[in-house]
């Protein structure tokens, strides 16, 4: 069984274009994050969720837009994408709140803005 | 400010034993983790220190010093399959990783 799976794997869109990646988990955490991954290989966290609430926001622009429906659940909007929003998204979970322990990744999403 | 430090790139030989260093700079301190990611991969979590001393896991082993803020990972009998990045991260009023240590290994 995936853990905490992400949809979809590659996404490839144009500038001025608004997109949408979803993010499950199915491990019972109560947290869930999202972190952007550059060209090198930089992992940088930009938010995080704790029982649908967000704890942690990062300096990210805010046509970047997070939404929980529910704990197992974590989606990201984008809007306006920019070439340098180009970028390896992963979603994660963890059971421990404000900690980097054992966190668990998605497969990540491969975004690509032309 | 807030940052890990650790070397960009390591080499070693396969079966030989190598280690990945990290030293932090943080307002707050929960715990020191290491996380493995191959190409094309997603980052797996290794290994977590919140106290010092020796952290053992099979072939894997990490060290923290809370007094130096300083952490490693020693991975041994090293295999092909070790080819990855490593990042040490921690967390505090945010979650912090460091910029990865690409670990070469040689036949």
């Known amino acids: 069984d995936t853990a905490v799976s992400q949809t979809p794997k590659y996404l490839v869109t144009q500038m001025g274009n608004d997109k949408s990646i979803k993010c499950e988990q199915n491990?019972?955490?109560?947290?869930m994050y999202w972190y952007k991954q550059d060209s090198k290989k930089f992992l940088k966290i930009m938010f995080s969720?704790?029982?649908?609430?967000?704890?942690i926001n990062e300096t990210v622009p805010n046509r970047f837009s997070p939404k929980s429906p529910d704990k197992a659940h974590l989606n990201l909007h984008i809007n306006s994408l920019e070439l340098g929003d180009s970028a390896v998204y992963f979603c994660?979970?963890?059971?421990?709140?404000?900690?980097?322990?054992?966190?668990?990744f998605g497969p990540g999403t491969r975004l690509t803005v032309t | 400010g807030q940052s890990l430090e650790q070397p960009s790139e390591v080499t070693a030989v396969e079966g030989a034993i190598v280690q990945i260093n990290c030293t932090y700079q943080t307002s707050g301190f929960y715990g020191l983790s290491w996380y493995q990611q191959h190409d094309g991969g997603a980052p797996t979590f290794l290994s977590y220190n919140g106290l010092d001393g020796l952290e053992e896991t099979g072939r894997f082993s990490s060290f923290l010093s809370r007094s130096d803020s300083y952490g490693y990972l020693l991975l041994q009998e090293l295999q092909m399959k070790d080819s990855a990045s490593y990042f040490c991260?921690?967390?505090?009023?945010?979650?912090?990783f460091g910029k990865g240590t690409r670990l070469h290994i040689l036949p």
């Open positions: 969720y704790n029982n649908k609430e967000l704890i």
């Open positions: 491990l019972g955490h109560d947290t």
């Open positions: 994660a979970s963890s059971q421990v709140v404000g900690s980097s322990y054992e966190q668990y």
């Open positions: 991260a921690v967390g505090d009023d945010k979650i912090i």
